[in-house]
């Protein structure tokens, strides 16, 4: 496998699940974050991303002294393991205060507490050696439109962005778009919403966005395009690669699992535009299938990054001349022929 671009892959303790889904509970045992350390470097991983209280269980009742005690704990077990922390993200959705939402919610007592638990968060971040602070805006949205005043609730994003901008001059904020679940219309659902607030920040070159595949999928929207605007805005922080099979829940699939094109398409825009040579991570936020035995189930994980390496190897073997005679004669017809027939590894 060619090394030219030596990427470096990242997931979340998040992905060794136990099983558990709406209908049902956990099919397999817990494994304690800790232990699950251990397990990045033999699967190729490097990077470790995180929310907040997958640093600090039990952040909302610690003092601040507690939490960077803790935080610094953490530190010193990635450096033990050779990790490197990709991002910490601000769990705004399992609180009593985040039923309605953080940031957007209509009552004034649970916004103060989502801007608190977001300080706290960027403490740990620092805390854990790491500059940026993804947020997955998971319940900034309405279950009926009536609910919330939309525009107000986009300047309260934008306020919170800013905020956080100011109370630390260093880090990043990367927004994950989502367009749907746990709400019925989410806030921010799409890149060009995220880019468009970047913009209207007050330092936007602080402010990029990370694509999930199937985020993108569930807008209805083609992650590769998705990933070529931020790309052109100079605005992809990261990636989460995945898979999903139509409109459905958020299935969290292998990558290339439902569409092995589509994931073709999101690796050649990625190599086309160098991503990663900065050091930017390939994320994979993918959950394995509640049916699979054992514990812990890493081979999601391995299996997933493998199809991402193989797909390099596609698009480098890719003949760049043909395609680019294709595109100039407009014969895409020929175009669609030959990349099947690559995709397939037929002539
Ligand atoms: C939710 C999702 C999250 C974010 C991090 O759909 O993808 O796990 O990646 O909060
Ligand atoms: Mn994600």
Request: glycine share 8%; proline share 5%; aromatic share 10%.
């Amino acid at each position: 496998m060619s090394d030219s671009i030596p990427y470096r892959f990242s997931f979340g303790p998040w992905n060794i699940s136990e099983g558990a889904d709406p209908f049902g509970p956990e099919v397999r045992p817990a494994f304690p974050h800790e232990e699950k350390f251990a397990l990045y470097r033999p699967l190729g991983f490097e990077g470790v991303q995180f929310h907040d209280d997958d640093v600090v269980p039990g952040l909302d009742g610690m003092t601040p002294a507690q939490m960077l005690s803790r935080a610094g704990e953490v530190k010193t077990m990635l450096g033990n393991h050779g990790l490197v922390p990709e991002f910490v993200a601000p769990r705004l959705w399992f609180a009593d205060q985040t039923v309605d939402g953080a940031y957007t919610s209509n009552s004034e007592s649970d916004r103060k507490y989502a801007w608190e638990r977001t300080q706290k968060c960027i403490d740990i971040a620092r805390a854990l050696g790491c500059k940026a602070i993804v947020l997955w805006l998971s319940r900034e949205g309405s279950y009926i439109r009536e609910a919330k005043d939309a525009r107000l609730a986009y300047e309260r994003i934008l306020g919170t962005i800013n905020a956080m901008l100011e109370y630390d001059r260093e880090i990043e904020i990367w927004i994950e778009p989502k367009p749907n679940e746990p709400t019925d219309q989410a806030y921010v659902p799409t890149i060009g919403h995220t880019v468009a607030l970047a913009y209207a920040s007050k330092d936007h070159r602080r402010v990029k966005g990370l694509i999930e595949s199937a985020h993108a999928l569930l807008a209805g929207l083609d992650p590769s395009d998705e990933m070529a605007f931020a790309l052109a805005h100079d605005k992809l922080a990261s990636v989460h690669l995945n898979d999903q099979n139509g409109l459905k829940y958020d299935q969290d699939k292998n990558f290339g699992g439902a569409n092995l094109r589509a994931a073709f398409n999101q690796v050649r825009v990625l190599e086309e535009a160098g991503y990663g040579r900065r050091g930017e991570f390939i994320g994979l936020d993918v959950k394995a299938m509640r049916t699979q035995k054992g514990s812990p189930v890493t081979v999601h994980l391995r299996n997933s990054r493998e199809i991402f390496l193989h797909l390099v190897e596609k698009y480098r073997a890719l003949d760049g001349e043909l395609v680019r005679q294709y595109r100039e004669a407009r014969d895409y017809e020929a175009l669609e022929c030959y990349i099947l027939k690559h995709l397939l590894g037929v002539k």
